[in-house]
Nanobody, 124 residues
Framework: QVQLVESGGGLVQAGGSLRLSCAASGRTFSSYSMGWFRQAPGLEREFVAVIGRSGYVTYYADSVKGRFTISRDNAKNTVYLQMNSLNPEETAVYYC?????????????????WGQGTQVTVSS
């Protein structure tokens, strides 16, 4: 079992930045690839970024490439999402998730564990 707790969400102006954190319980954090997803009201949950177990492999949604950075600290059981140049269309609840596959996946259905989410609101 892995329990995930996100933090760092809030209200930011368009063009601003936020750093999300996701703290994981348990001693097997390094056995999981970690992903970030987001869900806006009335829309489906969408993939944002994923990082492999060791941190060397990362994938990003095209819409966030060059602006968002995913990273992890296995010693602290924490994964981060640095978000820069945010725009109002990125207002959503942001979720972190864990999955045990060797090759990181972008599909939400492949993830076994999810956090409760943190709200990010970008004002225009």
């Amino acid at each position: 079992q892995v329990q995930l707790v996100e933090s760092g969400g809030g209200l930011v102006q368009a063009g601003g930045s936020l750093r999300l954190s996701c703290a994981a319980s348990g001693r097997t954090f390094s056995s999981y690839s970690m992903g970030w997803f987001r869900q806006a009201p009335g829309l489906e949950r969408e993939f944002v970024a994923v990082i492999g177990r060791s941190g060397y492999v990362t994938y990003y949604a095209d819409s966030v490439k060059g602006r968002f950075t995913i990273s992890r600290d296995n010693a602290k059981n924490t994964v981060y999402l640095q978000m820069n140049s945010l725009n109002p269309e990125e207002t959503a609840v942001y979720y972190c998730a864990a999955e045990p596959r060797v090759v990181p996946t972008t599909r939400s259905g492949d993830y076994d564990y999810w956090g409760q989410g943190t709200q990010v609101t970008v004002s225009s």
